[in-house]
Each structure stands twice: as C-alpha cells, then as structure tokens.
C-alpha cells in the first residue's frame, strides 16, 4: 500500500496561510530549507491537491520549464490528482480529478502500486484526511516566527493523536517535524 504523506510549511502558532508568507516563511530561507524541500518532493511519484492549493500552484508552477528551484520538473510531469467537486478542467499536465467520495476515492489511490503521494497545502483536505485516518506521515516544517494572524493549518474539530517520529533542525531556528499518527 503506498503512503499518502503530508508536507506542511507552517508558522510556530500554525500558521500556513500563503497570502502572509513574507511575514512567516520567507525570512528564514536557507540551504538546508531548500535541500528538505527538494527531498520531500523527490520522494512521491504523485501528488494529492485540494482545489485552492491546486489553484494557487498550477500557474505559477507550470511556467517554468528549466527546472526552476530545482522542482518545477518534477512538480510539472508528477502524476496530481485534484480532489474537487467544482473544478471542470485541470489545466496542470498529468492531473487527474476526482469527485466521488473522499475516503473511497483515496483508499482506491493509496491501494495502486507506487510510491508516496504527497499532499501540500490543501488544510481543508488534510484535515478530512486525518479526521478518517488515511494520513501517514506529516513532515511539518516549522518556521520560528509567530504571526498571530492567517489561515491555521489544523481545524478546530480535529482530535488526532500523533507520534513523533523525527526532529530536524535547519538553519535559522527552523525545525523539521515528522509525525505519524497514532496507533492504538
């Protein structure tokens, strides 16, 4: 069974809201930020998006064609499934929507021969995700900058234990989270 891993950049109060990462992420860029970046996407043969992050990184992403940050490659020739029920044409090469019913629709992917499927952004569907169990692995990238204000990655009525499965510090008090939920 192919795991369906998460990857998040968030602020240190939880904060992953892309309008505001000038305040909360892009202050503490570094090599070793990049080099986890490029890693986590190099680890996944398809991505999972929800319809707003699929909407905010397929124009930017799709631009570029010399592999641009070391991932636009990747990024643009990945299988990607875009779970949506209002999106009428994916625009992003190699993507696939889906439409009927979310835990159905990601036990079937998770099932399929393969490797990882990463999920970036997307909080509405990592939540869901979560709230039914299918999530794996969430790698939390941790930038050390409380921010007060903008879109919080974990929902109010989620109740998900996690194990701890590894620390990384980066450079500039960034810190590398790796949790795996629960197991009882």
């Not at 999530?135 to 921010?147: A, S, Y």
């Not at 450079?171 to 989270?177: D, Y």
């Amino acid at each position: 069974m192919r795991k369906l891993i998460v990857t998040e950049w968030i602020s240190l109060d939880g904060v992953f809201d892309a309008s505001t990462m000038n305040e909360w992420f892009n202050p503490y860029h570094s090599d070793s930020r990049a080099a986890v970046i490029r890693e986590t996407i190099a680890d996944c043969d398809a991505m999972l998006y929800g319809r707003v992050t699929y909407e905010m990184l397929f124009p930017y992403w799709s631009s570029f064609r010399n592999n641009e940050m070391g991932v636009a490659e990747k990024l643009n020739k990945v299988r990607k499934y875009l779970y949506s029920q209002t999106t009428e044409h994916a625009g992003w090469q190699n993507t696939e929507i889906l439409r009927g019913d979310l835990t159905e629709e990601i036990t079937a992917l998770k099932n399929q021969s393969g490797d990882n499927i990463l999920i970036q952004g997307s909080g509405k569907l990592v939540n869901a995700l979560l709230n039914v169990g299918l999530i794996d692995e969430i790698r939390l990238m941790v930038q050390p900058h409380v921010t007060g204000n903008g879109a919080k990655l974990f929902g109010q009525d989620l109740n998900v234990s996690l194990d701890l499965t590894e620390i990384r510090p980066l450079e500039k008090g960034v810190t590398l989270l790796v949790y795996r939920p629960a197991r009882s």
